[in-house]
């Protein structure tokens, strides 16, 4: 069975532009019917789900189009042998950013300590 743009929307709590989206990057597979509609397999779901997690972890739509079947397509996949660098990369980018925002806060809450001794 086939699921209309709405329908995958509301099975995954993913907007229908967000879908769409995603559609347009070739991240998914749909078929027009000829009134124009969008139609996507069942295994979408998993596939909107997957890409939401991606998404959610910090990778841009242009990595994951880069990933094989078996990070996109696979909900929950967490590991292929294909992706592991990049996602040692990202860990390493999210480790900087985390250093950098707790070097801001110290500074930050020496600047505040500063103003009540004034």
Known sequence: MQLTIGELATK???????????DSHGLLT???????YRYFPQEAVAQVRQIQRLIG???????IR???????????AAFCPETQA????RLAEIERQISDLECRRARLMETLRQGKND
């Open 66 to 76: 880069s990933f094989p079947d078996c990070m996109r397509l696979i909900e929950g």
């Open 57 to 63: 972890t910090g990778f841009s739509i242009a990595e």
């Open 86 to 89: 990049i996602q040692h990369k």
């Open 30 to 36: 749909s078929t027009r019917a000829c009134n124009g």
């Open 12 to 22: 995954t709590g993913v907007s229908v532009r967000s879908i769409r989206h995603y």
